[in-house]
């Protein structure tokens, strides 16, 4: 009996998770028409970052993604007041986002700035990157395309380096400049935070 409910509700969800994806990919190609690379944002809390990185960038089409709803009608009010036409905000989340994916869209660079930390290693299934992403990531990134992860927490950078150093399609480069100071909400928390950026492709 209990197997069967489970399943039951394993197939409610699957269901809806079908229709938020097909929301999401319809919502790109409103967004996208066009085949552009994206500055992409993973987690962008109220948007604090990516809003500065494309007012110093106009040129970059820029898309910060969140799960919480009301952080990204924030992110939204903050771009709305500075006519920002090629930033947006998305309420989504990312492994949803990514089987969302249109095939004309790819990716110029990825932030993944201060994710949550799930400091114990029992809860490490929850952190952001996995490899699972980063193969994700990987389908629609070109040579050269930079992922740019950046933590106060020990173990999440730890892990970071680990996941990231492992997969074979993003190599850990020491020799390239974080590409945009400008503190995220959390940033401006933590005196101390470690970065890491990669590269498609080496
Ligand atoms: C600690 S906050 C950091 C926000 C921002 N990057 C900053 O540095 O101020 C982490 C954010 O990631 C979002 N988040 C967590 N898991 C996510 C997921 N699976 N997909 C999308 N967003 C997620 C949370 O809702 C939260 O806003």
């Not at 039951?8 to 998770?17: D, M, N, R, T």
């Amino acid at each position: 009996m209990e197997t069967e409910s489970k399943s039951v509700g394993h197939e409610a969800f699957l269901e809806s998770q079908k229709k938020r994806v097909a929301q999401i990919r319809e919502e790109l190609n409103r967004l996208f028409p066009d085949p552009v690379e994206l500055v992409l944002e993973i987690g962008c809390g109220h948007g604090h970052y990516l809003t500065a990185y494309a007012e110093q960038n106009p040129e970059s089409h820029c898309l910060g993604l969140d799960l919480v709803t009301k952080r990204i009608r924030k992110a939204n009010a903050k771009k709305d007041k500075r006519d920002l036409n090629r930033l947006h905000f998305m309420k989504a989340e990312v492994r949803e986002f990514m089987l969302a994916w249109p095939e004309h869209l790819s990716l110029e660079r990825i932030f993944v700035l201060f994710p949550d930390p799930w400091p114990k290693k029992r809860h490490s299934k929850n952190r952001i990157l996995q490899l699972n992403l980063l193969d994700e990531l990987a389908k629609h990134a070109r040579a050269g395309t930079a992922l740019h992860f950046r933590t106060d927490d020990e173990n999440n950078f730890t892990w970071g380096v680990e996941v990231v150093a492992s997969h074979d399609k993003w190599t850990i480069r020491d020799d390239v400049e974080w590409p945009f100071e400008n503190p995220s909400f959390f940033q401006d928390l933590f005196t101390a935070y470690q970065s890491l950026t990669a590269l498609h492709g080496g």
